[in-house]
């Protein structure tokens, strides 16, 4: 299905992508801008490297995604990374742009950063912050560092764990989850437990730390602070994954203060910052045996995990941005591309069911917008509405395939060449949005990573959708 707004595919993704900023400064990056005289950059390049429009090859055309022959999105699926995680702010990008104009030794812009981040996250005496490559990043080098300390030939030869005298990880069974593989794969050892009593009884010489996987914590019978308490009590370290658990962003500060030797949270999510960064906050040593395990050393477990100068400047930046907001302004913002919404779609008997919203939630903290549909209006189900937003082009809204897992390879039962399914979910299911239990009549997405005028974009869609759907049957 085409969005028919008299929109050129080029035209209507040049609007699209005017909202993030581009290559201009923040206090010019806005829709006046687009649709009148291109605003000029408030300052000129330090060593002199002008911003210049591109005339030939890759990107000429001002629509890239149509050169390489991908399909752009409106993400109403919420922060998963299979879809790019979040929408970075204009002033994201232009802190991006400047770290790009000079060379740096990448070790002292990351101590510095460290400092930056620390003190805005309000932590504890004797702890400082470390920019990496994602969040899954910062477990790798995180806990490369904890077994390896600062022994070079131990640093060397991760996960060659022969010269580790502790490499064992307690994790409670309730905690484990697609990214622990990240602490296997620096040859850390995982032991489960359940009870407090068998966590207790599992530590031996070998171990080292305690993992805490926070959006399981409800699942879990040892909390955090008792986590701390018995690892403290028996001189270990202790770990706590916390990626998507921001907002609220007193947690970047809570949780550090539980006593935690390590924490991490994710840079690509609300915080939207560029989406391979991550932040890991810790005691001022392990984070130095961090740095010591990830590039821009080599021969490193963590060489892979290259985070870049104009990363680092961009990650500060959004972190800035994420704790200096106010939230309740934010949730007015949400509540009025929902209200968009709700007022385009009903007079087709498309009705808002209430705002569902739980500051407290572990992880993917969001208000969640859905509407119901009127059976006797409309012949239409909810699924089938998202599906036909998804349909939507030039640019689709919201995804049915993107699965937060991602691509999956073969089962040994399946033959070779077969395609794994990526656990699809549905656009709106969960990440902020969603079907409000198993009522077909009703769908519902996230808004939160909308860009001004989206909401306007899919109201314009569900109306198009809702005007030539079949009539219910209680329609004359």
């Known amino acids: 299905m085409n969005l028919k707004l008299g929109w050129s595919r080029r035209s209507f993704l040049a609007a699209l992508g005017v909202v993030t900023g581009g290559l201009l400064s923040a206090p010019e990056s806005n829709a006046a801008g687009v649709f009148g005289k291109k605003p000029e950059p408030s300052m000129p390049s330090v060593d002199g490297s002008p911003i210049v429009p591109i005339t030939s090859g890759l990107g000429s055309t001002g629509d890239i995604y149509a050169e390489l022959g991908v399909t752009p999105l409106i993400n109403i699926n919420g922060t998963i990374t299979v879809i790019g995680g979040s929408v970075m702010k204009p002033e994201v990008m232009e802190l991006i742009r400047r770290g790009n104009e000079h060379f740096v030794l990448i070790d002292e812009l990351e101590i510095a950063a460290g400092k930056f981040i620390s003190k805005l996250c309000k932590s504890p005496a004797g702890y400082t912050g470390l920019v990496t490559g994602g969040a899954a990043a910062a477990l790798v080098v995180g806990y490369a560092g904890m077994m390896t300390e600062d022994w070079e030939h131990r640093i060397r030869e991760v996960p060659d764990i022969t010269n580790c005298p502790r490499y064992e990880v307690i994790i409670q069974k309730s905690h484990r989850y697609p990214f622990d593989h990240q602490i296997r794969q620096t040859g850390a050892k995982l032991v489960e437990v359940v009870t407090r009593e068998e966590m207790i009884a599992a530590i031996n010489p070998k171990t080292l730390a305690i993992h805490f996987t926070n959006i399981l914590s409800d699942k879990g019978q040892v909390n955090g602070p008792d986590t701390v308490a018995i690892a403290k009590e028996h001189n270990l370290y202790t770990f706590n994954d916390a990626s998507a658990d921001v907002p609220p962003v007193s947690r970047l500060w809570e949780y550090p203060a539980v006593g935690f ?116 209006k409309l012949a239409i189900t909810g699924p089938e509405v998202m599906q036909a937003l998804a349909d939507t082009r030039p640019i689709g809204i919201g995804s049915m395939g993107a699965g937060a897992s991602g691509m999956r390879g073969r089962e040994p039962e399946q033959p070779q060449g077969s395609s794994a399914a990526a656990n699809p979910r549905p656009a709106g299911a969960r990440r902020g949005g969603g079907h409000h239990g198993d009522d077909p009549n009703t769908f519902g997405f996230a808004v939160w990573q909308l860009k001004n005028g989206e909401d306007k974009i899919i109201s314009d869609r569900l109306v198009e959708i809702f005007s030539t759907a079949p009539k219910g049957t209680g329609t004359a």
């Open 261 to 376: 030797d390590m924490l991490t949270f994710s840079g690509g999510k609300d915080i939207c910052g560029p989406q391979a960064s991550g932040i890991l906050i810790g005691k001022e040593e392990l984070i130095r045996y961090s740095l010591l395990n990830m590039s821009p050393q080599e021969d490193r477990i963590g060489r892979c995990c290259k985070v870049g100068k104009e990363t680092i400047f961009g990650l500060l930046k959004a972190l800035e941005i994420f704790v200096n907001q106010d939230y309740d302004t934010t949730l007015k913002m949400y509540d009025a591309r929902a209200r968009t919404i709700t007022d385009a779609v009903a007079k087709y008997g498309v009705t808002a069911l209430p705002r569902e919203f739980n500051p407290e939630a572990l992880g993917n903290v969001t208000p969640n917008y859905s509407w119901h549909i009127d059976p006797a």
